[in-house]
């Protein structure tokens, strides 16, 4: 069965601060697929990224980054010098993206990111 | 515009009333899924379909049916209210494998349900 773990439930930083977030996932499937995705207090879920199991580049997207893995079962995303409009809830997903596997995407509980002027 | 559309986007019930959330894709998505999600628990899986014809249960699928008589639509439905489904619910499709496109899956706006 899949897990995602993200054991932070809630981060304050002031604007400016970098700040991590920490996914841990649990999968028996050697191909899978990770997102990352941001809900703002809007509500939709935006999607930032996905890494797939068998590449496992590093990605930097403007002011965000994301470090995978594979040997830590980890995924991790770094905001650098956040500022105010990153405040919002980041979550983390996992997919083994087979039919068989009935393709699901389990999510981690989600991380509420809280940016102060 | 292309993409995964759900109705309504807000509901009242009262406890022991019946109603269906509709979703919609328009993308020849083979896999739909249902979402409910709570605060804190981020979202869990209630049902899930991998084709027309082909439903079954994820995480959470008590008081929930579905059925997908056709690859666009995959309607859920309450079968009698609880205030234990107050919640948000989300759709979702995609393709599978090799594939799914480089964001994966396509979700719809939410559907906010409130039992009283």
């Known amino acids: 069965a899949q897990k995602v773990t993200q054991a932070q439930t809630e981060i304050s930083v002031v604007e400016k601060e970098d700040v991590t977030l920490d996914c841990v996932y649990e999968?028996?499937?050697?191909?899978?697929?990770l997102f990352w995705y941001k809900q703002p207090p809007s509500g939709e879920l935006v999607f930032l990224i996905r890494r797939n199991s068998f590449d496992e580049q590093n990605e930097i997207s403007g002011r965000y980054s994301w470090n995978f893995q594979k040997s830590t079962s980890s995924f991790n995303f770094t905001i650098t010098a956040s500022q105010v409009v990153d405040s919002a809830v980041y979550f983390c997903?996992?997919?083994?993206?087979?039919?068989?596997?009935?393709?699901?995407?389990?999510f981690g509980g989600g991380t509420r990111v809280l940016v102060k002027p | 515009n292309a993409g995964v559309t759900q109705t309504p986007k807000f509901q009242v019930l009262k406890t022991g009333q019946s109603m269906t959330l509709q979703c919609a894709q328009d993308?020849?998505?083979?896999?739909m899924s249902w979402y409910r999600q709570d605060p804190g628990m981020g979202l869990r899986l209630i049902h899930y379909s991998v084709g027309a014809g082909i439903t079954d249960q994820g995480e959470v699928p008590n008081g929930y049916n579905v059925s997908r008589s056709t690859t666009e639509d995959f309607p859920l439905r309450l079968l009698s209210a609880a205030p234990s489904q107050t919640s948000v619910y989300f759709c979702?499709?995609?393709?599978?494998?090799?594939?799914?496109?480089?964001?994966?899956?396509?979700f719809g706006s939410g559907t906010r349900l409130t039992v009283v």
């Open positions: 997903a996992l997919s083994e993206a087979s039919k068989a596997a009935g393709n699901k995407l389990t």
């Open positions: 999968t028996r499937d050697t191909t899978y697929y």
């Open positions: 993308m020849n998505h083979e896999y």
């Open positions: 979702a499709s995609s393709l599978f494998g090799r594939e799914l496109p480089h964001y994966g899956y396509t």
